[in-house]
């Protein structure tokens, strides 16, 4: 049973527009939640990641949006460039769970393709 | 450059041989993971190692043996492996085991087995 859910597979988008990336969980006890970007034959790469105690974080042309109640989250890639076209893969993660502290709890990827 | 390098970048490998994969970080971190990506499936933590000590095993098969002899290195040693067990094996090191403290990642081992 997932516990961290990303129900698109692919996202298109035309250079200069919005992507919007979309992450749903279902364990209330995660309190840290982090987005991974990865080329192919790469690994992945950190991104962005936002604490349970704020709702927005934002770096550069990346925000993510935290919504608790709905256990919904969201990554927003504004103007979106054509080297921003990846698997982008959403983790959750507990800052204080005993011994699962710092572990994390992927989804299976939304590839974006941004095109020129 | 990563700070995070795995080799062998592939591997085949029959059912009954024995190979290991190896992981080293020069980040200066405390933490290293191992992780198997299958086709259609979210990444999976198999092993967490903190100050060289192994800290977690995810239910993972004995075939798959860890080792890991310092903070800088960590190794995956596998054997009569399945034909399940053909993934992308990812390693990972982290500076500790606070979940803001950012796990780096290696490009990975594509590993296929015959």
């Known amino acids: 049973d997932q516990q961290v859910k990303q129900n698109s597979p692919s996202l298109s988008v035309q250079e200069g527009r919005i992507s919007i990336l979309n992450c749903d969980y279902t364990n209330s006890m995660f309190d840290y939640f982090l987005w991974y970007k990865k080329y192919p034959a790469e690994g992945p790469t950190f991104l962005i990641s936002i604490s349970s105690i704020k709702d927005k974080n934002e770096d550069g042309r990346f925000t993510v949006f935290l919504n608790k109640s709905a256990k919904h989250l969201s990554l927003h890639i504004v103007p979106s460039q054509p080297g921003d076209s990846a698997v982008y893969f959403c983790?959750?993660?507990?800052?204080?769970?005993?011994?699962?502290?710092?572990?994390?709890?992927f989804g299976k990827g939304t590839k974006l393709s941004v095109k020129p | 450059e990563t700070g995070v390098t795995q080799t062998p970048r592939h591997l085949v490998m029959g059912m009954t041989n024995k190979k290991s994969l190896k992981c080293e970080q020069h980040l200066g971190h405390n933490a290293m993971y191992w992780y198997k990506q299958s086709a259609k499936k979210p990444l999976e933590l198999m092993f967490v190692y903190n100050f060289k000590e192994q800290t977690e095993n995810n239910s993972v098969p004995s075939r798959f043996s860890p080792e890991c002899p310092n903070s800088s290195h960590l190794f995956l040693h596998l054997h009569t492996l399945q034909p399940e067990d053909s993934a992308l094996y990812l390693c990972?090191?982290?500076?500790?085991?606070?979940?803001?403290?950012?796990?780096?990642f290696g490009d990975g081992t594509r590993l296929s087995i015959l």
């Open positions: 990972a090191s982290s500076p500790g085991r606070r979940a803001n403290q950012p796990q780096h």
């Open positions: 983790a959750a993660s507990y800052m204080n769970y005993g011994g699962s502290q710092g572990n994390l709890i």
